[in-house]
């Protein structure tokens, strides 16, 4: 499985439908999707869609996030307790993953 799953993830790469955006404090890559992605795997595209905002979600009940969650679009801010390194630690490594994609959209610093 992790042959086809990395198989996958260098098509994308080559296709220009995920690009490298930054490094998490671990020296680990963060990736982001383009627009292509849409069109070369729309249904992968919605999987990572839900995913994401079910961690946006995870986030906010454990107080990392603050938003109207009755909005349509709602505005996400960053929490105190997002920007406490302890806090973050504590977090399992997708929500981390996550959090740090969040702040790096925002420009906020870890």
Known sequence: MTDSFDELFNSLIESGAVELTA???NGNPLYSFTDKILEIAPNF??????AFHEDM???WQLNFLEMDV???????????KAKDQDEVSKLPEDLKITLETIKNAMRIEP
């Open 45 to 50: 595209a919605k999987q990572l869609e839900n």
């Open 70 to 80: 009755t909005l349509l679009n709602p505005v996400v801010k960053i929490t105190d």
């Open 23 to 25: 490094m998490d404090a």
């Open 57 to 59: 979600m995870m986030l």
